[in-house]
């Protein structure tokens, strides 16, 4: 029979895109606000792997990920990806912009094993969560790095974004470590 047990906290992970600097300074400075303090962050890229979110942001995109401080809790998820929806719909809001979606704001949760995604969309390798969100198993840690699904977005197979994960996965074990040895 087995066990039941509660798992460890995770690593909050936040993707942000978008054509303008701005968007994406007013996006960091809320998400702050909101999970507390960055860690770490990627370098910015160009997110032209998909032209699937031109006729709503535009063209141009530029993409990025923010690491935060805090871990969470493993089944915080569906209430972060709500948080980022009320975020993104804040900044369109503001008509600051001519796109109706300015910027765009996806969560995730890094375990040492996987890296998760939120979505509103669903697709047969999606579990639903709840109050309308799902996740998505996006990357798996196998034989020392974060390999791709047959899913898993072309912008997240990039080996520099890979990398990206494999060094926010270190600084996760490093907390896990620290959480442990209290």
């Given at each position: 029979m087995?066990?039941?047990?509660?798992p460890?906290p995770?690593?909050?992970?936040v993707?942000?895109?978008?054509?303008?600097m701005?968007g994406?300074e007013?996006?960091?400075?809320r998400?702050?606000?909101?999970?507390?303090a960055i860690?770490?962050?990627?370098?910015?890229?160009d997110?032209?792997?998909?032209?699937?979110?031109?006729?709503?942001?535009?063209?141009?995109l530029?993409?990025?990920f923010?690491?935060f401080?805090?871990?969470v809790?493993l089944?915080?998820?569906?209430d972060?990806?709500?948080?980022?929806?009320?975020l993104?719909?804040?900044?369109?809001?503001?008509h600051?912009?001519p796109e109706?979606?300015?910027?765009?704001?996806d969560?995730g949760?890094?375990?040492?094993?996987?890296?998760?995604?939120?979505t509103?969309?669903?697709?047969?390798h999606r579990?639903?969560l709840?109050?309308?969100?799902?996740a998505?198993?996006?990357?798996?840690?196998q034989?020392?790095e974060?390999?791709?699904?047959?899913?898993?977005?072309?912008d997240?197979?990039?080996p520099?974004v890979?990398?990206f994960?494999?060094e926010?996965r270190?600084i996760?074990?490093?907390k896990?470590k620290?959480?442990?040895?209290?």
């Amino acid at each position: 029979m087995g066990q039941v047990r509660l798992p460890p906290p995770v690593l909050l992970v936040v993707a942000l895109f978008s054509r303008y600097m701005q968007g994406l300074e007013w996006s960091i400075e809320r998400l702050e606000k909101a999970f507390g303090a960055i860690i770490y962050a990627s370098f910015l890229f160009d997110f032209s792997q998909t032209r699937y979110y031109e006729p709503a942001m535009g063209p141009g995109l530029k993409k990025m990920f923010v690491v935060f401080d805090e871990l969470v809790a493993l089944d915080c998820l569906a209430d972060v990806k709500h948080i980022t929806i009320k975020l993104e719909a804040e900044l369109a809001g503001c008509h600051a912009f001519p796109e109706v979606r300015p910027v765009n704001l996806d969560p995730g949760i890094l375990t040492l094993g996987k890296f998760m995604l939120a979505t509103t969309k669903d697709q047969s390798h999606r579990i639903y969560l709840r109050d309308g969100i799902l996740a998505e198993a996006t990357l798996r840690f196998q034989a020392g790095e974060f390999q791709p699904w047959p899913w898993t977005y072309a912008d997240y197979r990039q080996p520099l974004v890979r990398g990206f994960f494999r060094e926010a996965r270190d600084i996760y074990r490093k907390k896990l470590k620290l959480l442990t040895a209290r």
